[in-house]
């Protein structure tokens, strides 16, 4: 298959440096000083087993020098969600053929988005369990491998997966896409905007008695307008999801020690994406297409969700410079005394 994706960060370089590793026809757009920088050093894939360098992959510049070598089997988004729809008017603006996008993105916003501008029948859901960091430019470390799932009823959902199983990704088909989104944005809001906001880590979060609290009931929150949309909870690859829905129902005293080990402990020192991006001086997060999505979805749906939009409002407060992040570093009662 021709595959052609549209961003080189963490998961496009492990997805598409793997596929490509693996024999699959495999080009990028990235920006022109990156593409140089990966056209020059190619991409380097680290996993348990193995370190690949992978070279046979082409790098472009922009939207039309790419569709321009097209046709490709599929397009792959591996962009943050408030670039979907900016890529999306550069792809369409060439008059060049775009291929049906696979999108690998977080939050349950992108695939509508994308099928407002090309068709619903041009779009298919995907979600990456796995965990990775990007060290570097073009350099990827595989941190924890649990796979790769792909919705059904799309003519190139079956090839897909058999791709990426042929590339060591564990892909997986999924039924219902709908459920694989939301359960895959569940696991999103662990710790994600609370750690960002009181700069503590997820470990700290879950330990103590009020974020405690107050992570559970972003949990909760969600899983209320999951079941308003008729969205079921599903596991996703090596991720089992239905068990963190289910800990949310149980007494604190039985559930807080087990997703403290299982959500916190687990990371170690490493930090969610909202607090390496607020805290790296990034000036954005994908805030607004997780909690805020919960927040926006459960409007529509008479399900109040008061925590997630606070924390959609708080963190885009901070991230905008219009509110002081020592307000909330360290302080938990700063969040709940608003919540009250």
Known sequence: MRFLFLGAGAIGTYVGGSLAAAGEDVSFIERPDTAEVIASRGLKVHTADATRLVTNVTMYGSAGEALAAGPYDIGVFALKSFDTQTALDELVATGHEVPSILSLQNGVDNEPTIAATLGADRVLAGTVATAVS???????????????????????????????????????????????????????????????????????????KRTYRLEVAVLRECLAVMKALGHGVVDLPGTPVRALALATRLPRFVAQPALTKALGAGRGDKMPSFHIDLHGGRGRTEVSFL???????????GVPTPVNALLTSTLEALTAGEADIETYRHNPDSLLTRLR
């Open 134 to 208: 990007k060290p570097g430019i073009g350099e990827v470390v595989e941190e924890k491998h649990r796979g790769i799932g792909v919705a059904m009823g799309h003519r190139l959902s079956e090839p897909l997966v058999a791709a990426l199983e042929k590339a060591g990704l564990s892909g997986r088909l999924f039924a219902d896409a709908g459920a694989m989104k939301w359960s895959k944005l569940l696991t999103n809001l662990t710790g994600n905007a609370t750690s960002a906001i009181l700069d503590r880590t997820v470990a700290e979060l879950f330990s103590d």
């Open 291 to 301: 909690n805020g999505a919960v927040a926006r979805y459960g409007a529509q749906v």
